[in-house]
């Protein structure tokens, strides 16, 4: 079941979604509120990011276990879509992304940087064109890896629970940070904890589906390196499919300049190792079905 329907989400994953997601959303963002509300605590407190994830896991979990047997699964299989199609359908960045690549691609260095500063969610005056490029381009990886890997990762492991639990706690992050608020550390923590082992995961593919005597050695450097976050072991990585071996903490070094041939190369290139990786996991599951059914 779960097969079929990770295969279905992703085709579907083509269609215009995007109300139907903004709705979804601000329908949690009222109810993460009502739940700070309810505690008197601000959006970033522990209290109510448990109480507005623990809530709609219990609720899912309680209706799944009410409806295990109808229908020949049937019931059961329209609610496993429905939850990945949700977890799966955040597409905000994407108008974000074609606009920079446009007015890149156009030589509109002014409007490229603005669309970069979206993108980004911060001010890249004073940086140059090669750094805006390189954190761009680490952004958008980590983008799919959040969008995407995370969710089908813990959609495997845990079902529709966990690929729920993902998106919630990404959410409830993001209405504490849009909010200007702090964030409990246990918070982040627990997010991290939830990034770790997909983003580690991951990065074995970008090794294997890259070079891989080069990436598995960047990957056996960082894997257990427990303070480096998902954004830069996952670019880190990357790199090694353009012949770089990141050694220091830094991993925005040699990268083209924004606005050349080059730079259109290497924004090829992570397409299509996202691409690789995808296909890899999708590979992989399937096969595993095969040998353990």
């Not at 940086?127 to 959609?155: C, G, N, P």
């Not at 290497?266 to 096969?287: D, G």
Request: proline share 3%.
């Amino acid at each position: 079941m779960k097969f079929f329907a990770l295969l279905v989400v992703l085709l579907l994953q083509k269609l215009p979604n995007q109300g139907v997601h903004h709705g979804l959303d601000r329908a949690y963002r009222a109810f993460h509120r009502w739940s700070a509300q309810i505690w008197k605590s601000h959006l970033g407190a522990t209290a109510p990011f448990l109480t507005s994830v623990i809530f709609w896991l219990v609720a899912v979990w309680l209706l799944l276990w009410w409806i295990d047997g109808w229908l020949a699964g049937v019931p059961a299989l329209l609610i496993n879509l429905a939850i990945l199609y949700f977890a799966l359908g955040r597409r905000d960045e994407q108008k974000w992304i074609q606009r920079y690549m446009v007015a890149w691609r156009q030589g509109d260095h002014q409007a490229a940087y603005y669309y970069a500063e979206e993108l980004l969610e911060r001010p890249c005056t004073e940086e140059s064109a090669t750094q805006v490029h390189a954190q761009v381009l680490a952004k958008l990886t980590y983008l799919a890896f959040d969008r995407l890997f995370m969710v089908i990762f813990w959609f495997l492991i845990l079902g529709p629970l966990g690929a729920l639990l993902v998106r919630l706690s990404e959410r409830a992050l993001y209405h504490a940070r849009q909010a200007y608020q702090d964030v409990d550390p246990a918070i982040e923590h627990f997010h991290f904890l939830l990034e770790w082992p997909a983003s580690r995961l991951l990065g074995l593919t970008f090794a294997l589906a890259g070079r891989p005597i080069l990436g598995l050695r960047q990957w056996s450097a960082d894997v257990l390196k427990t303070k480096m976050d998902s954004e830069t072991f996952l670019n880190r990585q990357l790199l090694t499919a353009c012949g770089h071996l990141s050694q220091a903490a830094a991993c925005y070094q040699e990268r083209p300049e924004m606005m050349t041939p080059e730079a259109d190369q290497e924004v090829a290139l992570l397409k299509e190792q996202l691409w690789r990786a995808l296909i890899i996991w999708i590979a992989a599951f399937a096969l595993s079905v095969i040998l353990w059914s």
